[in-house]
Structure formats: C-alpha cells, structure tokens
C-alpha cells in the first residue's frame, strides 16, 4: 500500500524515539540515568486525583461538547481574565488532547499548501512537521545564543523581509528546549514586529509558570494592545500539574479561528476524555500548594544541575531561566573519537557508554547542543552529571 507524501515528509520525533530505546536498556537491565523525558516526576495532585474519581462516581463518563465541558471553559477563560486581564468568552476557547493537539489544530486552521511559517530555533522539534502535515513550509528564523537563545524584533523583520508571504509565527515564550524566558517588554517588540507585517502568532505558553528568579512572562496576547486580535494562545494541564498522561491542552484566540479548530476537532478526535476535563477543573480552580512546591523543586534542581555543568571543561551554558531543561553547549568534545561527530552520535554515546540519556539538539535547531531535563530527582542529578562528567574527562584523554 502506499503512504501518502504528507506523512512521508514528516520525520518521526526523535525524543520519543530516544525515550523508547531507553526504556529498552532498562529493561534489560541497564542502570541508566534519563535527562530525556519532558514531564515532571511529581505525582499529580491528591485534589486532582480524587476530582477524576468524583467524575466517574458521578456519572461523567459519556461524550461531551467538542469543545469540551462548559465549566473547563469558564475556568480557563477565567484564568486568562484574573491573572492578566484578557477577555475571553467559553465560546473563545477549545480544550483538546494536549497543547500538542491544540498547536496542530491552530496549524491545520491557518496554513494553506505552500504557505510559510516562521519557526525561531532552537525550538520544539515538532513545530515543523506539525507544519509540513498542513503542506505548509516551515521557515527556520535562528535565535543564537549570544542573543541568549531569545527572538528579537529585528530578527523577526528581517525574516519576514526575506519571506513576504509568511502570515504565521509560532512563538514559544518559555523555551523548549533552551529555557529561555522572554518578558512581557520583549514580547510587545516582537508583537509591534507582528502588527506591521500582519502577522498571525500561535503562541505556544504551556510553560507559562514555570519560571524561576527575576524572570517574568505573559500571554503574547496581554503585551500589547493589537496582539488579542491576532494571537492563538495555547496552553495546559501537562507540565504545570504533572498531568501529561491526562492530555488536556486548550486554546483562547480569535472567534474564528477558534470555530475552524473546533470544527476540526469535531472530525478528528472529537471531545478530550470526559474524566480528565474534570481532573483539569480542580487543577486550574483548586489547591496550588502542591504545584508551588513542586516549581521550587524545579528550581533548586535547576541551580544544581547548572552548577555541575559548568563545572566541566569545555562545556559552556546559558542559565536557564523557565521551563524545566538546561541546553549546554558541547560541540568542543566533536571528533575527540571517530564516533563522536555531531550531538546524535554524542547523545548514543552516553547513552550506551555512560548509561545517561540526554536529547540530542539538533532536531531543535542547534548540533552544538544537548538538552537535559532536571524533571528527574536530585539523586539522579547528583548521579547522572557524575557520569557525564566522567564521560568528558574521559574523552578530554
């Protein structure tokens, strides 16, 4: 049978796919240490949990609106009113199976065959195919690191300059993977950037709190007075709650585009899991304690991991200041052996060699790089940079 060209474009995600050989070796017996996977370790909250029991008991297990339960709705839109004061109606809003799936349905909504879409890297490495899936053609606009990984305004005029037809940006304020954190300020720039070249912004915010330090962010819909009317603002339950096996993401934006996600969804997966709405519920209207807790853990982990990485020769770092990974720089141990050439074959390495699974930067964007996720114990930090370190000395001879 043949396979469609779409999906031929579409490259498989290697982070799954280094998640699974992973899982592999330790069934098999192997000790190793994941930096890989990008979800907390903390169980999901006590009060969440028992909100998905109550749902159950109470008879919630049937279809629902596709767009999801009018209370999430309320709540979600409340959010984005009392926190930054965004007015959105439930009929603004979609919650859907993950942000992944919200992304993928803003994509699907804006992006006709052949249109451009601006991308800055380093970034999620799902961006682009999500594109390419809409036969759309993801543009790369580089962030380097001396501009601490972030996008700026005139990085962005100059690549709409070079790309006249683009009319969409996907912009992620709180990075996957480098952890760059981009503030309200920088955010209205980029928005100013967007207004005079018509641009429509699909804002990836499923980090939005997990920040740490002096660093701020916002909605790109908050930050400057034209920004609502053309911003896609996605966000979720995932990180934020340590929910990511509920896969409850949701989308506010513009009324009509909105409609077109909802109608897609009405023909794809329809309505997210009924129970899990309701977990969702209770994690955006109950008890933050435990989600407090669990962002100062992050960043304690964050100060040590930072500190143990900059402790080795030849690796150089940007302090993190969000999201839950680091993103060192690595490409001075390239060729230190025949088989170490690029960030790939260095992530196979260790993992093999050295039993520490880290994600390989370049389907973010940038070869120089690996990413490593501090969502793991201090015990496993503590153990992991060990061998990491080891593994350089190693190669350093």
Same mark, same amino acid.
């Given at each position: 049978?043949?396979?469609?060209?779409?999906?031929?474009? =579409?490259?498989?995600?290697?982070?799954?796919?280094?998640?699974?050989?992973?899982?592999?070796?330790?069934?098999?017996?192997?000790?190793?240490?994941?930096?890989?996977?990008?979800?907390?370790?903390?169980?999901?909250?006590?009060?969440?949990?028992?909100?998905?029991?109550?749902?159950?008991?109470?008879?919630?297990?049937?279809?629902?609106?596709?767009?999801?339960?009018?209370?999430?709705? #309320?709540? &979600?839109?409340?959010?984005?009113?009392?926190?930054?004061?965004?007015?959105?109606?439930?009929?603004?809003?979609?919650?859907?199976?993950?942000?992944?799936?919200?992304?993928?349905?803003? =994509? *699907?909504?804006?992006?006709?065959?052949?249109?451009?879409?601006?991308?800055?890297?380093?970034?999620?490495?799902?961006?682009?195919?999500?594109?390419?899936?809409?036969?759309?053609?993801?543009?790369?606009?580089?962030?380097?690191?001396?501009?601490?990984?972030?996008?700026?305004?005139?990085?962005?005029?100059?690549?709409?300059?070079?790309?006249?037809?683009?009319?969409?940006?996907?912009?992620?304020?709180?990075?996957?993977?480098?952890?760059?954190?981009?503030?309200?300020?920088? *955010? #209205?720039?980029?928005?100013?950037?967007?207004?005079?070249?018509?641009?429509?912004?699909?804002?990836?915010?499923?980090?939005?709190?997990?920040?740490?330090?002096?660093?701020?962010?916002?909605?790109?819909?908050?930050?400057?007075?034209?920004?609502?009317?053309?911003?896609?603002?996605?966000?979720?339950?995932?990180?934020?709650?340590?929910?990511?096996?509920?896969?409850?993401?949701?989308?506010?934006?513009?009324?009509?585009?909105?409609?077109?996600?909802?109608?897609? *969804?009405?023909?794809?997966?329809?309505?997210?899991?009924? =129970?899990?709405?309701?977990?969702?519920?209770?994690?955006?209207?109950?008890?933050?304690?435990?989600?407090?807790?669990? &962002?100062?853990?992050?960043?304690?982990?964050?100060?040590?991991?930072?500190?143990?990485?900059?402790?080795?020769?030849?690796?150089?770092?940007?302090?993190?200041?969000?999201?839950?990974?680091?993103?060192?720089?690595?490409?001075?141990?390239?060729?230190?052996?025949?088989? &170490?050439?690029?960030? &790939?074959?260095?992530?196979?390495?260790?993992?093999?060699?050295?039993?520490?699974?880290?994600?390989?930067?370049?389907?973010?964007?940038?070869?120089?790089?690996?990413?490593?996720?501090?969502?793991?114990?201090?015990?496993?930090?503590?153990?992991?940079?060990?061998?990491?370190?080891?593994?350089?000395?190693?190669?350093?001879?």
């Amino acid at each position: 049978m043949r396979v469609s060209d779409r999906v031929r474009a =579409i490259s498989p995600s290697l982070t799954l796919a280094l998640i699974s050989k992973t899982k592999a070796l330790k069934a098999a017996g192997r000790d190793i240490v994941s930096f890989g996977a990008g979800e907390p370790d903390f169980p999901t909250p006590k009060n969440v949990r028992d909100a998905a029991v109550r749902a159950m008991e109470a008879g919630h297990t049937k279809y629902t609106e596709e767009a999801g339960i009018l209370d999430l709705r #309320r709540a &979600i839109v409340a959010h984005y009113r009392n926190r930054w004061n965004l007015a959105y109606e439930p009929g603004d809003a979609v919650v859907t199976t993950g942000a992944k799936q919200a992304i993928y349905n803003a =994509i *699907q909504a804006l992006v006709n065959a052949g249109d451009e879409v601006l991308i800055p890297q380093p970034s999620w490495l799902s961006y682009p195919e999500m594109v390419k899936s809409a036969s759309g053609v993801p543009v790369i606009v580089h962030c380097p690191e001396e501009h601490g990984f972030k996008l700026r305004p005139e990085t962005l005029d100059a690549a709409c300059r070079a790309h006249p037809k683009a009319r969409v940006v996907i912009f992620n304020a709180v990075s996957n993977p480098t952890g760059c954190v981009h503030s309200p300020e920088e *955010q #209205r720039a980029i928005a100013e950037v967007a207004e005079a070249r018509d641009l429509t912004v699909i804002s990836d915010e499923i980090y939005e709190r997990m920040i740490y330090g002096a660093a701020r962010t916002a909605p790109f819909a908050s930050t400057h007075p034209s920004a609502k009317a053309r911003t896609i603002c996605v966000s979720g339950v995932s990180k934020t709650f340590s929910m990511t096996g509920w896969r409850i993401g949701y989308a506010v934006g513009p009324s009509d585009i909105l409609a077109a996600m909802k109608t897609l *969804q009405g023909q794809s997966t329809s309505n997210t899991c009924s =129970i899990a709405q309701h977990a969702a519920l209770e994690a955006l209207t109950g008890d933050q304690t435990e989600i407090e807790k669990m &962002i100062a853990e992050f960043a304690r982990r964050r100060d040590r991991m930072v500190a143990l990485l900059r402790g080795i020769p030849g690796v150089t770092l940007t302090v993190p200041e969000g999201a839950f990974y680091a993103f060192p720089r690595v490409d001075s141990y390239y060729g230190a052996r025949p088989n &170490i050439k690029c960030s &790939i074959s260095l992530a196979e390495s260790l993992l093999e060699e050295a039993g520490v699974a880290v994600v390989p930067g370049a389907p973010f964007g940038s070869d120089a790089h690996i990413r490593l996720s501090y969502a793991c114990s201090m015990a496993d930090i503590e153990k992991g940079m060990a061998r990491l370190a080891e593994f350089f000395a190693a190669l350093r001879g």
